[in-house]
């Protein structure tokens, strides 16, 4: 099993809220849909940790609840606050959409015109008046 998400901790091999951090992550996300950084978010709720953290907070579907993680968060919660990071990356350009390949055809096979004239000695090609 991989790390356990804050606001759980393992208790007799299941997986159990823990109260004061459940907490801290719902204020967490209303700090964040009132329109608050996710800086001044996590500063409000009382976690310490770096930006990046808080956003994969935000993005974590276990709060949603699974077979293994009770849920902490409301699913309408969750969805406002994914769409409003979205929003919000847009906003500020940091949407990457990757460029469409453009796919180039080489060819396989060439075809060779014929010479319509043949000449053995070079001097009796048809003289051509030079400009």
Sequence with gaps: MSHTPFGYHIKNGKAVIDIQAAEQIKTLFESYLSGDSLATAAKKAGIKA????IGRMLRNMRYLG??????????????????????????????????????????????????????????????????
């Design 50 to 53: 770096f930006h990046a953290g």
């Design 66 to 131: 699974d077979d293994y993680y009770p849920a902490i968060i409301d699913s309408d919660t969750f969805t406002a606050a994914e769409a409003e990071r979205i929003r919000r990356a847009e906003k500020l350009g940091r949407i990457y959409e990757p460029n469409e390949e453009t796919t180039v055809v080489y060819p396989i096979a060439f075809h060779v015109i014929e010479g319509r004239e043949e000449f053995d000695d070079p001097s009796h090609r048809r003289n051509t008046p030079t400009v």
